[in-house]
C-alpha cells in the first residue's frame, strides 16, 4: 500500500522525468502490451499476473479521492495527481470497480462527443480511453450505446479529424466487436472511407472485407466527386488483396486492371502546382508548370516513375506511386488467372512450358485484354526503372531507393515471365546488361538475388547459359559481404528458397557451402533458425566430413572473419608490413603471415575443397584465441550444439559404416582440437558423447573395427577429467554393444581387451588416486566403469572374480578421507549401492548375463525395457537380500 | 504488405514493453469457433499475444545485436539529441518466425533500433526488404519526433491518432510506398512535420 503512489502530473503541466519507463517495469512482469507506463504503480498485492481481467494497469480510483471526480472536466482514469494514493481495499475487488469506472468515465466522453463542438477535452477523453482499451489484451467491456456513438461519430462529416482518428482507434483496438453497425456503403468521401474500412478490415470478417473491397472497387469505377482522390483507396484495395484475394469478381479484376494500367503508365509528366499555403509571403504565382526530372536533375525523356523528381506531384502522379507499390502483389494475385479462360488460341506463347518463346515476335496491333495490358505496362515500367537506376541521384536517400526499385523491378519482370512467357527474352537481354553492369558494385549485391533467381526460373526457356551469374554470386558475395545482415539474411533465404539446387552435388550451390557458413558465424543470432532448415540440403556423404569440420570450427571461422575485416580496413602502407622471417606479434600481422597464410585461406575458403584440408588447424585455432572472448565469436559458438545434433540426426539417415567408422574417429581426434572456449567446449562435448553413444547403437561392430581408437581414448585417466561426457558415454557403449548378440567377432578376447585398460582406469580413479588428491573424477563415470566391467564380465565369465573383488573394494574407496573430502555423501552412497548391487547380481552368474546382455531390441518397448538396467539390478538384489541396505564386507 | 508495426522498448535486462503496436486488417478465420460468444476476445487475445511474441524476439534480437557489437545495451533513457540524428548506422536487422509461431504463416520481421526504442515491421514473407527497411528508417525518426518518445512524460501511450497519421501516411493500410525524397517532402508537408534530417 505505501508504495501506491502515481506520480504522473497531468499532460503539459511538466515532466515525470526518465523514470517512466523504470516504474512501468516495476509494475508489469513478463513482455507487456502497452503498460500504462509511468501512469500508476500497481497496488503491492495486485502485482502478479497484472494483465488478467480486472487486473489490467488501469487503476483509477485515485481519481475518487479528495472527490476530484466531482469536476466537471473528463477526469484522469489512468492518470492521478501527483501525490494521490491508490487505495487498496480489499473488499472491492477490481473487476467490478473498474468496469464501474470504466463506464463512467465512458459517460463523460459521450458527453464531451454530443456537445456542440468536441474539443481538445473531447481529445483528451478518446487517447485515455484507447489507452485503457489498448492496455490489456483482455476485452474492456464498453457500452453498446457508446460503441454505436463512437460509429457515429467516426462517420460523421463534422467531426474534427482527429476526433474521427481517435474513434476509428478504438474501435479497431476492440476488434472484432459485437456491436458494429458501421457501413461503408453511403461513404463518399475517400479519406473517410479509408479511415472506417481501416476498422471493417480489422474484423477478421470475411463478409466485412468483401464489402470493402466492392464499396473501393464502385469509387474507383465511377469518376469521383472533385476534391476526392482515389490516393486513399488503392492501400484499402491492397489490403484487401492480401487478407482475401476472393473478394473481387472477374470482371472488377478487369476494371481495376486497366485502371492500373493507365496510373502505371500515363501520369503527369509535368510538375504538380503548389497548394497555396494561405500564408503571408505566399502569393498565387501563375507559372507554367516545369517538366519532372530524373534523380540526377536531368529532364525527364520518358513516362513517370516513382523515381521520377517535381517540387510537387500531381494526384496522378502520387497513384503512380500508389500503383507501382502494390503492382507485385496485384499480379500475383490476379496477373494469371485469365489464361485459362481468355482466347488461348490467339496468343503465341502464353504458358511457356508447351511453347518455346519467338523472341523476334511481336503482338504489335491488337489491343490486349486488360490483365495482359496491364502486364505489358508493368513490363515497359519497370524496363524504365532499370534504366533510371542507373542514374546518379542528387540525394542520398534517393539511392537507397533506387535499390529497392531495382529489385522491386526484377521481381516483377520475373513475375510477368511466369505468367506469361513472351517477355522471357525481353527480360533476360535487359537483366544480362543490368547483371553485368551491377556485379561489381557492392552496394547492389542484394539486387543479384532476384536476377539470379530470375534466371533460375527462365534460363532453361531462354536458352542461355547463366553460370556465370551464380558463380558469381556464391562465390564472391558471401565472401566479401558476410558482414552485411539484410544481405545475409536474404541470402540464406534465397538458397532456403532454392533448395532444390543442392540436390545436385556438383553444382555450383553445393559446393558453396563454406561460404554459406560464413553468413551465420558472422550474424547468428538471426540466421540460426534458418540454418537448422538449410542444413539437411546441405549434407550429403561426399559433404559430412567437412561439414562437421567446419561445425567445429564454426566459432574459429567468427574469428578469423573478423580478423579479415579488420584486415581490409588497414590502410595499403601496411597491408604488406609483416616480417614474413619473425612470429607474427597480432593475429592481424598473422593474417598475411606465410605461417599462418594458408591456414587462413583454407578457413575462410569460398568452396568445398576436402582435399586441400591442410595438416591441423591447431596453430590457427591457438593464435585465434585471443578472440574467444569476442560477443559475437561466443554467439556463433552458441549454436553449434544445436547444429551439431541435427547434424549428426540427419547423417544417421544416409550415413553406411565407412562414413559412421570414419565420424566416430573424428569425434575422437577432433574432441581434442576445439576452439578454446569452455563453455563451447563444455558444449560441444555433451552432443558429441551422446551422439557417440549413438552411432554405436547404429553400428555396433565399429567397437571391433576401431577398437584401437576407441580403447586409446578410454585407457586415458586424462580424459575423463576433460571429456566426461564423450568417455562416460563411450564407456557405455562398451559395455552395451560389445556382445556377441550384437557382433560375431566379439570373442572372449576382444571383450578382455577392452576389459583390461577400462580395469586400469578404474583402479587408477578409486584406488590410487585419492593418495594422489587429483581433482575428482565425475561419480558418473565412475558408476558407469563398474557397470561397463560388470556387463563385460557377465559375458566373460573368467572375469567376474576380479570383478567382484573390485567392487568389493568400493567400501574403502567411499570411506578414505580423501574421497569424502572431494565428493558429496550422496554421490558416495549411489556408488557404493551401484556397486553392491552389481556383486549381487554377479553372484548369480547365469542371471547376471540374462540381465546384462539383452537381446538386440527391435521395438520401442524392448528397447525401454533394456534401459532400465537400475530396476533390473534392484529386483535383483531384492530377491537376494530381503534385507536392503547390506553392504560389501 | 505489412501486417504490423510494432514499437517496443527491449528493456535490456528488464523485460521489454511494447508502447505502440498496429494491426493492419485482421485476415478473416483466424479466430478458432467464430460465431460463438467467447471468438471475439480470443481472436483479439490472439492477436494481442501474435504482437507480445513478435516483440518479445525483436528484443532479445536487439539485445544479441548489440552485444556482438559491443555495446550492451543501457536501461536508460537518452534524451532526443537536438542535432537530426543519422539511422544510417542505427543497429537492426531482419529475421522470419516460422509458419504456425506466432502467425498462421511465415513472417519476416524487420527492426531498427533508435537510442533506447526498437521499431519492428511485420512483413509477408515475399516482402521487399529493401523497401521495409527504408520505410523503418523513413518511420522512426518521425514517429520519435511526433510522439515525442524520447521526451519527457508517457505521451506513446496517449497519442495514438499521431503515430495512426503518420503510418496513414507512411504506411497505409499496411501497403509499403516508394517514395522518393520529393515524395517524402510532401507527406512531411501534409503531415505539417518539418524534414527530421
Keep these: 500500500m505505501g508504495d501506491g503512489f502515481c506520480r504522473v502530473p497531468r499532460r503539459g503541466r511538466g515532466a515525470a522525468g526518465p523514470g517512466w519507463s523504470r516504474r512501468a517495469r516495476d509494475v508489469h512482469g513478463g513482455c507487456r502490451e502497452l503498460p500504462a507506463a509511468g501512469e500508476v504503480r500497481q497496488p503491492r498485492g495486485q502485482r502478479h499476473g497484472a494483465l488478467g481481467p480486472g487486473r489490467g494497469g488501469w487503476r483509477g480510483r485515485a481519481e475518487r479521492e479528495g472527490g476530484e471526480d466531482r469536476h466537471s472536466g473528463p477526469q484522469l482514469p489512468v492518470r492521478a495527481r501527483p501525490g494521490a494514493r491508490l487505495r487498496d481495499s480489499p473488499d472491492c475487488p477490481g473487476r467490478e470497480i473498474q468496469q464501474e469506472e470504466l463506464r463512467r468515465f465512458a459517460a463523460r466522453v459521450s458527453a464531451l462527443l454530443q456537445g456542440p463542438e468536441p474539443g481538445p477535452e473531447a481529445v483528451d477523453g478518446l487517447q485515455r480511453l484507447h489507452l485503457t482499451v489498448a492496455a490489456t489484451k483482455y476485452p474492456r467491456k464498453l457500452d453498446g450505446e457508446f460503441v454505436e456513438l463512437l460509429q457515429t461519430v467516426l462517420c460523421s462529416p463534422k467531426s474534427p479529424e482527429q476526433i474521427q482518428v481517435l474513434c476509428a482507434a478504438i474501435l479497431r483496438e476492440m476488434s472484432p466487436c459485437n456491436d458494429l453497425i458501421l457501413s461503408c456503403d453511403e461513404i463518399q468521401d475517400t479519406k473517410l472511407l479509408s479511415l472506417v474500412s481501416s476498422v471493417l478490415l480489422a474484423q477478421g470478417n470475411k463478409g466485412e472485407v468483401a464489402a470493402v473491397g466492392q464499396r473501393v472497387v464502385k469509387a474507383l469505377e465511377r469518376r469521383l466527386p472533385e476534391g476526392q482522390s482515389a490516393r486513399f483507396l488503392l492501400p484499402v484495395l491492397a489490403n484487401v488483396l492480401r487478407l482475401s ?462 577398437s584401437t581408437e576407441i580403447l586409446e581414448f578410454s585407457g586415458a585417466v586424462s580424459n575423463i577429467q576433460s571429456k566426461e561426457a564423450i568417455f562416460t558415454h563411450l564407456a557405455w557403449a562398451v559395455g552395451e554393444f560389445l556382445s556377441v548378440s550384437h557382433d560375431k567377432r566379439c570373442t572372449v578376447e576382444q571383450i578382455t581387451r577392452f576389459f583390461e585398460p577400462l580395469e586400469a582406469v578404474l583402479f587408477e580413479i578409486t584406488q590410487l588416486r585419492p593418495q594422489a588428491s587429483t581433482p575428482s573424477c565425475a561419480p558418473r563415470a565412475i558408476s558407469v566403469l563398474m557397470a561397463t566391467l560388470t556387463k563385460l564380465a557377465a559375458r566373460s565369465q573368467d572375469l567376474i572374480p576380479r570383478v567382484s573383488m573390485f567392487l568389493s573394494k568400493m567400501r574403502t574407496f567411499v570411506q578414505s578421507p580423501a574421497v569424502t573430502s572431494v565428493y558429496s555423501d550422496e554421490d558416495l552412497e549411489e556408488i557404493l549401492i551401484r556397486a553392491t548391487e552389481l556383486m549381487n547380481l554377479l553372484k548369480m552368474p547365469s542371471v547376471a548375463q540374462f540381465v546384462l546382455t539383452p537381446p538386440v531390441a527391435s521395438t520401442q518397448f524392448q528397447r525401454e525395457v533394456n534401459d532400465s538396467l537400475p530396476l533390473a539390478l534392484r529386483m535383483v538384489t531384492q530377491l537376494l537380500e530381503p534385507a536392503p541396505g547390506s553392504m560389501p564386507v | 504488405m505489412v501486417r504490423a508495426v510494432v514499437l517496443l522498448a527491449p528493456g535490456g535486462p528488464a523485460p521489454c514493453r511494447v508502447l505502440y503496436a498496429r494491426s493492419f486488417g485482421t485476415p478473416p478465420g483466424t479466430g478458432t469457433g467464430t460465431g460463438t460468444a467467447t471468438a471475439g476476445p480470443r481472436q483479439r487475445l490472439c492477436r494481442k499475444e501474435q504482437l507480445l511474441a513478435v516483440a518479445r524476439q525483436v528484443a532479445s534480437q536487439c539485445q544479441l545485436l548489440q552485444s556482438s557489437l559491443g555495446r550492451p545495451s543501457s536501461p536508460q533513457l537518452p534524451q532526443l539529441p537536438d542535432e537530426p540524428m543519422s539511422l544510417q548506422d542505427a543497429p537492426g536487422g531482419l529475421f522470419q518466425m516460422p509458419p504456425g509461431d506466432p502467425f498462421p504463416e511465415r513472417v519476416t520481421v524487420v527492426w531498427l533500433s533508435v537510442l533506447a526504442l526498437t521499431f519492428a515491421l511485420v512483413c509477408e514473407p515475399q516482402e521487399n526488404l529493401s523497401l521495409a527497411e527504408i520505410t523503418l528508417r523513413r518511420l522512426a525518426p518521425r514517429l520519435l519526433l511526433s510522439l515525442r518518445l524520447l521526451g519527457p512524460g508517457a505521451d506513446v501511450l496517449l497519442r495514438p491518432d499521431a503515430a495512426d497519421g503518420l503510418l496513414d501516411r507512411l504506411l497505409p493500410h499496411g501497403q509499403m510506398l516508394f517514395l522518393n525524397e520529393r515524395f517524402l517532402q510532401a507527406v512531411d508537408r501534409e503531415l505539417g512535420i518539418k524534414a527530421s534530417r
Design chain 1, 245 to 706: 484475394p476472393g473478394s473481387l469478381t472477374e470482371e472488377q479484376i478487369d476494371v481495376v486492371s486497366k485502371k492500373l494500367a493507365d496510373w502505371l503508365r500515363y501520369a503527369s509528366i509535368q510538375q504538380g502546382m503548389a497548394q497555396p499555403s494561405g500564408g503571408f509571403f505566399s502569393s498565387p504565382r501563375t507559372k507554367q508548370p516545369a517538366p519532372i526530372t530524373e534523380v540526377d536533375g536531368a529532364v525527364a525523356t520518358d513516362f513517370f516513375t516513382v523515381l521520377s523528381v517535381a517540387q510537387h506531384y500531381t494526384q496522378d502522379q502520387w497513384l503512380n506511386v500508389q500503383t507501382f507499390s502494390m503492382l507485385r502483389n496485384w499480379l500475383l494475385c490476379y496477373g494469371g488467372k485469365e489464361l485459362n479462360t481468355l482466347n488461348p488460341g490467339a496468343r503465341a506463347g502464353v504458358d511457356g512450358s508447351e511453347t518455346p518463346p519467338v523472341c523476334a515476335a511481336g503482338r504489335a496491333g491488337r489491343p490486349l485484354p486488360p490483365r495482359e495490358r496491364l502486364r505489358d505496362k508493368a513490363f515497359e515500367y519497370c524496363q524504365r526503372l532499370i534504366e533510371q537506376s542507373s542514374r546518379r541521384p542528387l540525394k542520398k536517400d534517393d539511392g537507397d531507393l533506387q535499390k529497392a526499385c531495382l529489385i522491386e523491378a526484377v521481381t516483377i519482370m520475373d513475375i510477368i515471365c511466369k505468367q506469361d512467357s513472351f517477355y522471357v527474352c525481353r527480360a533476360v537481354s535487359c537483366l544480362k546488361v543490368l547483371h553485368s553492369r551491377i556485379c561489381g558494385d557492392g552496394t547492389y549485391a542484394r539486387a543479384l538475388l532476384p536476377i539470379a533467381q530470375f534466371f533460375l526460373n527462365h534460363s532453361k526457356l531462354a536458352a542461355v547459359d547463366s553460370d556465370a551469374i551464380y558463380k558469381h554470386l556464391f562465390t564472391d558475395i558471401p565472401a566479401q559481404l558476410f558482414h552485411n545482415p539484410s544481405l545475409a539474411f536474404e541470402f540464406v533465404q534465397f538458397c532456403k528458397d532454392n533448395t532444390q539446387l543442392f540436390t545436385d552435388s556438383s553444382s555450383i550451390f553445393r559446393q558453396s557451402f563454406p561460404n554459406l557458413f560464413k553468413f551465420l558465424a558472422w550474424n547468428s543470432p538471426p540466421l540460426i533458425s534458418e540454418f537448422v532448415d538449410l542444413l539437411p540440403f546441405l549434407l550429403d556423404p561426399d559433404t559430412t566430413i567437412e561439414i562437421f569440420h567446419l561445425l567445429l570450427d564454426l566459432p574459429c571461422l567468427t574469428a578469423a572473419l573478423d580478423i579479415q575485416l579488420r584486415a581490409a580496413a588497414l590502410p595499403a602502407s601496411e597491408k604488406a608490413g609483416a616480417d614474413p622471417a619473425g612470429k607474427p606479434a597480432t593475429c592481424l600481422e598473422a593474417f598475411r603471415h606465410p605461417l599462418y597464410k594458408s591456414l587462413f585461406q583454407y578457413l575462410l575458403r569460398t568452396k568445398a575443397a576436402p582435399e586441400d584440408a591442410p595438416e591441423s588447424l591447431v596453430p590457427l585455432r591457438q593464435l585465434l584465441g585471443s578472440l574467444a572472448g569476442s560477443p559475437r565469436v561466443v554467439q556463433c559458438a552458441e549454436t553449434v550444439p544445436v547444429l551439431l545434433e541435427l547434424f549428426f540426426r540427419v547423417v544417421a539417415e544416409f550415413a553406411d559404416g565407412s562414413l559412421i567408422n570414419q565420424l566416430v574417429v573424428l569425434l575422437l581426434q577432433r574432441s581434442d582440437q576445439l576452439y578454446e572456449i569452455p563453455a563451447f567446449k563444455e558444449d560441444v562435448y555433451r552432443v558429441l558423447g551422446s551422439q557417440l553413444a549413438t552411432l554405436c547403437g547404429l553400428r555396433p561392430a565399429l567397437l571391433v573395427e576401431l
